[in-house]
């Protein structure tokens, strides 16, 4: 069984449109993450939820929004992509939000803008 | 977010120990040093997490500075399998998330 699943892993869509990406974790957690990787490789983070409840939320534009309908699921939905938002989405999810709570991450969802 | 600096690559040759450096030195006291992996085309990989003592697991040992300004990641024998981008993260408990940095392409020769 996948710890940290992500739904598609290629996305491939057309500038304005608006896509999903899901994300469902079956090891109890509570606290789920987006991470956005760059065509740079650089790592970073978008949104956090503990609970349902969002507890980070980096400066991301706000056609970035994440949904959180149970703890085992966190979904980003964007809206009116861009050139820029091509990256690679990682989901990720730990226990809580303790300095020592390990964070497992997902296979990452590749969204290209054309 | 308290940073951290590694070597941008190094190089290993298979069935050799690694010791993969980080330096740390606006690390505050109830910062935790956690070490991810990215092999290629995958998401991040937990390696190991210490706070002042030495620790091993399975995949590696983690060795702390007394002063904790700096660590250093060990892969005991270096197999083909651990090439990969390592990435030295101080845990920032005040906002509940992990600044990851560029990391260190780890290069495993056969």
């Known amino acids: 069984d996948t710890a940290v699943s992500q739904t598609p892993k290629y996305l491939v869509t057309q500038m304005g449109n608006d896509k999903s990406i899901k994300c469902e974790q079956n090891l109890g957690h509570d606290t789920m993450y987006w991470y956005k990787q760059d065509s740079k490789k650089f790592l970073k983070i978008m949104f956090s939820y503990n609970n349902k409840e969002l507890i980070i939320n980096e400066t991301v534009p706000n056609r970035f929004s994440p949904k959180s309908p149970d703890k085992a699921h966190l979904n980003l939905h964007i809206n009116s992509l861009e050139l820029g938002d091509s990256a690679v989405y990682f989901c990720a999810s730990s226990l809580g939000t303790l300095t020592t709570d390990t964070q497992y991450f997902g296979p990452g969802t590749r969204l290209t803008v054309l | 977010d308290a940073k951290t600096t590694q070597p941008n690559s190094m190089e290993s040759n298979e069935e050799e120990p690694v010791h993969l450096p980080c330096n740390h030195s606006?690390?505050?006291?109830?910062?935790?040093i956690h070490w991810y992996r990215q092999l290629p085309s995958q998401g991040p990989e937990y390696v190991i997490h210490g706070l002042t003592s030495n620790v091993n697991n399975r995949m590696a040992s983690l060795a702390i500075a007394e002063d904790r300004k700096s660590s250093t990641l060990i892969l005991h024998r270096a197999t083909l399998r651990d090439a990969a981008v390592y990435y030295c993260?101080?845990?920032?408990?005040?906002?509940?998330?992990?600044?990851f940095g560029k990391g260190t392409l780890l290069t495993v020769n056969p």
């Open positions: 993260i101080l845990f920032d408990d005040s906002n509940y998330k992990l600044t």
């Open positions: 606006t690390i505050s006291g109830t910062d935790y």
